[in-house]
């Protein structure tokens, strides 16, 4: 069950990132680029659980789980400081 769960959650982060940046390339609101490089570091972040919790429980990834999930964050961060959603 929990891996069924959690290969949802990595889905949906994929699809909301291929959405994101599928968007960008039409219409270059960079907005859209880091949302979307955001949601693919979260898409990396959910394949790590997966890994982290179903095939190697026994060894722990937190770590870089975490920091996969920090460089995501900074990359929205960035973008809405930066960029302020200028075109």
Do not use: E, K
Request: charged fraction near 10%; aromatic fraction near 6%; charge should be positive.
């Amino acid at each position: 069950m929990h891996a069924l769960i959690y290969a949802i959650c990595a889905l949906s982060a994929l699809s909301c990132a291929v959405l994101l940046l599928n968007r960008y390339v039409r219409t270059r609101f960079r907005l859209l680029l880091w949302s979307g490089l955001c949601f693919a570091g979260l898409t990396l972040n959910n394949a790590l659980v997966m890994v982290d919790r179903i095939v190697l429980p026994q060894v722990d990834l937190s770590t870089i789980r975490l920091s996969t999930t920090l460089i995501a964050l900074l990359l929205l961060v960035y973008g809405l400081i930066v960029d302020r959603g200028q075109p």
